[in-house]
């Protein structure tokens, strides 16, 4: 049964990068799409972008230019930079199989962007 | 981008009763719609693709239904675990995008 484990920092100064990383255990990274998707608290599900064990990706146009999803499939890793954080990007990361469907989540992990 | 609008809000039923939720795409995504689960601290947990196309190990009480811009999940026993917010999501045009959330609560 494979698994998604988010991991990263938990505080980002406004104007930095957030970075995270999403481990897959149980099962292949290949052959599958990997996504990340976030949620404001109390607020609901926003998707910001997949890639493809292969290294295509896609962004929400939202957050496009301050967005960027690597692999590495090595690693059984796929991670997520976002660019210029302000207070908006705090949220619920997740990562999850899959895309344009999310079949299997994380747990995600919250990030909140404070000086 | 597409606006999906879930109706109601909240809704407010005894266990053992049906619950009906309402998902509205703001234009046609034909049967691009999936619903989610989400209880309180918990990741969201895929239950329906294809607008009836129930996930793997989703129990038989679940089911979907509907095409174009209206779509219907409906619980038809609730259960005390069935109590969570449900978001639906369209995945026929890009960027992806999900309604604000019907919270099933216990009445």
């Known amino acids: 049964q494979v698994q998604l484990q988010a991991s990263g920092p938990g505080l980002v100064k406004p104007s930095e990068t957030l970075s995270l990383t999403c481990t897959i255990s149980?099962?292949?990274?290949?052959?599958?799409?990997w996504s990340w998707i976030r949620q404001p608290p109390g607020k609901g599900l926003e998707s910001i972008g997949y890639?493809?064990?292969?290294?295509?990706?896609g962004y929400n146009p939202s957050l496009q230019s301050r967005v960027t999803i690597s692999v590495d499939t090595s690693k059984s890793q796929f991670s997520l930079k976002l660019h210029s954080v302000s207070a908006a990007d705090t949220a619920v990361y997740y990562c999850a199989r899959g895309s344009p469907v999310f079949d299997t989540w994380g747990q995600g992990t919250l990030v909140t962007v404070s000086s | 981008e597409i606006v999906m609008t879930q109706s109601p809000a909240t809704l407010s039923v005894s266990p053992g009763e049906r619950a009906t939720l309402s998902c509205r795409a703001s234009?046609?995504?034909?049967?691009?719609l999936a619903w989610y689960q989400q209880k309180p601290g918990q990741a969201p947990r895929l239950l329906i693709h294809g607008a009836s196309i129930r996930a793997t190990g989703i129990p038989a009480a679940f089911s979907g239904s509907g095409s174009g811009t209206e779509f219907t999940l409906t619980i038809s026993s609730l259960q005390s675990e069935d109590f969570a917010v449900y978001y639906c999501q369209q995945y026929n045009n890009w960027p992806l995008t999900f309604g604000q959330g019907t919270k099933v609560e216990i009445k």
């Open positions: 149980g099962d292949s990274i290949t052959g599958y799409y």
């Open positions: 890639i493809h064990y292969s290294g295509s990706t």
């Open positions: 234009q046609s995504v034909s049967i691009n």
